[in-house]
């Protein structure tokens, strides 16, 4: 029979210790939950979780506690919920490791290491179409969420200029920018952070999951400092159309005499559509694109520290959100959220750059295209799945041609530009097999397989439509693809068996926890301590 009541793990460990724990007299909480590793032969001491301990540990014997608690931690390499890159080459592990005590804003300090962030700020704008790379402007970031920010700020100074010379409020009605709904959660904090009025556009299955040009329209006025236009949407990795917000800002302005820019949002995009689908339009080719940014640490192939935001010319950074800074010895400018910030991920970002070049970018964005299309047909042609993203479809107009009939890989032009990401779901015939059977338990048994692949709800509108997702990245090989394709179909096959005990999934709830519930609580939020979720946050990211 089994167990109803609920067992305390902590207090199960603490009554079968040789000597009994002695709790804090205020917390009532047992400190002395950490033993010290095997490697420590002779630390007999337990250390204590969460308060300093009397004395420290040897270096090797803190290492060894830290490393084996970190193996609970899921692989990276199996991580397919997460945008962020996980592998470089070993030189470039070298040169981080090299530079890793340099801190970027010590201009003065290390002026060689500055020398290269403005190579890579140049070498980005001249990448995006910068009218003069010599006139673009722009800085390295902490990662796209940075980035956001200050590319919103400039905005909306821009925005409050413009009405003051024109004699009017900048508070009464105040201003607002325009994204849509299935806009990631960075792009909805700087409204919130910055006192600017969110206006998020409905998604629909027929604007394919993203923002609708037409009906972003709407919610424009002559208080809306812009409107953030993402390039790949995190959920199903869509494109919004860059070029066809900009024509319909056009023609807005050309009406009423308001001028409304545009920031892309390119944290995953930015780095991959100039090497993908280098025909694309969505960059400072449109005058109406005035900032945009990326995240080097996702498909820039950098490790995780560095994103990057660039502005057409140096118009579009008001003068006034510049700090001139008399710092050890030398003048610095800077604009940023962060003051120090370590010089390594962007050492690592411009050895990707000399490293790979543009055909190096771009093999690896058609690898990942190609993997991605394999895994979006074997789960269609399975008929349990039915796949949201389009990159594996092909344009309406591309027909079948020769390469159709001998076998050839076709052109990545052959199909919808979007993000190597493959959104999928129950299909409708399968639903309807099997309707006891819920999509959150793939979730649950793939990671007990080692897979992480998140499954969580659409956007706002779309919220009633529950979508696995997979990332596929540089390390996601063919291999892996074949593994998981044939993972993903013994779960769901073995799932469809009437008998099956894998349908007390359904009393794991929401499946796998990221921490304990017996861990200790001190620093984190409770459940309701934040505000509501408007939706907007896809939640691996």
């Known amino acids: ?3 109803s009541k609920h067992i305390n793990a902590d207090r199960l460990v ?4 040789d000597k009994k724990s002695k709790h804090h007299k205020l917390t ?5 939950t950490i033993q010290h590793s095997y490697g420590a032969r002779y630390g007999t001491q337990p250390l204590p979780k969460y308060h300093f301990s009397s004395k420290g540990i040897d270096a090797e014997s803190a290492y060894q506690l830290i490393h084996d608690e970190l193996a609970l931690d899921g692989s990276p390499v199996l991580n397919l919920a997460s945008f962020v890159h996980t592998w470089m080459p070993a030189q470039a592990d070298k040169l981080m490791q090299e530079n890793m005590t340099k801190n970027l804003i010590d201009t003065d300090e290390y002026p060689a290491t500055q020398h290269i962030h403005t190579r890579c700020i140049s070498i980005l704008a001249d990448l995006w179409h910068a ?4 006139q673009a402007i722009g800085t390295a970031t902490t990662g796209s969420s940075e980035a956001i920010q200050l ?10 200029e413009k009405r003051k010379a024109a004699g009017k409020s900048i508070h009464e009605p105040g201003p607002n920018i325009v994204m849509g709904a299935n806009a990631q959660v960075a792009l909805e904090k700087f409204a919130r952070y910055f006192e600017v009025e969110c206006r998020l556009v409905p998604i629909s299955v027929e604007s394919k999951y993203r923002l609708d040009p037409k009906k972003a329209m709407e919610y424009v006025d002559e208080n809306t400092i812009g409107v953030f236009v993402i390039l790949g949407s995190t959920y199903t990795g869509h494109y919004e159309p860059v070029k066809e917000m900009s024509d319909l800002l056009d023609e807005y302005e050309a009406k009423t005499g308001y001028s409304v820019p545009i920031h892309v949002d390119g944290a995953s995009g930015g780095f991959f559509a100039p090497f993908a689908t280098p025909q694309l339009e969505w960059d400072f080719k449109l005058p109406r694109v005035v900032s945009i940014n990326t995240s080097g640490h996702k498909f820039g192939l950098a490790y995780v520290g560095v994103g990057w935001v660039v502005w057409r010319d140096q118009a579009h950074l008001p003068k006034d959100l510049i700090f001139e800074l008399h710092y050890l010895g030398s003048v610095e400018y800077s604009f940023s959220l962060n003051f120090s910030r370590p010089a390594a991920p962007i050492i690592a970002q411009y050895f990707n750059l000399i490293h790979l070049g543009f055909e190096g970018y771009r093999n690896v964005a058609l690898d990942d295209l190609r993997n991605a299309r394999l895994l979006s047909r074997a789960l269609e042609k399975s008929g349990y799945y039915a796949v949201l993203s389009d990159i594996h479809r092909k344009h ?10 001998v076998g050839i890989d076709d ?5 919808e530009a979007g993000l190597p990401v493959v959104s999928f779901r129950f299909s409708d015939d399968f639903k309807k097999s099997y309707p006891e059977i819920q999509q959150k338990w793939i979730q649950t048994l793939l990671r007990a397989r080692g897979w992480i692949v998140p499954n969580y709800e659409l956007a706002p509108d779309l919220q009633q439509i529950e979508i696995l997702r997979v990332v596929v990245r540089e390390n996601m090989t063919e291999v892996l693809v074949d593994r998981l394709v044939s993972d993903l179909m013994e779960i769901t096959e073995q799932l469809t068996t009437a008998d099956s005990p894998m349908h007390a999934l359904n009393d794991l709830g929401h499946g796998h926890s990221s921490s304990s519930k017996t861990e200790h609580t001190h620093g984190k939020l409770e459940q309701g301590a934040g505000s509501t979720s408007s939706g907007t946050y896809a939640k691996q990211c």
Do not use: E, F
């Not at 309406?396 to 009939?405: E, F, L, P, Y």
């Open 411 to 415: 052109d990545v032009t052959d199909y």
């Open 151 to 160: 590319g919103g700020l400039a905005m909306k100074r821009i925005w409050q």
């Open 131 to 134: 009218p003069s790379a010599k």
């Open 1 to 3: 029979m089994a167990l």
């Open 396 to 405: 309406t107009s591309a027909g079948a041609t020769i390469k159709d009939v």
């Open 14 to 17: 603490q009554d079968s210790h």
């Open 28 to 32: 009532g909480i047992d400190s002395n």
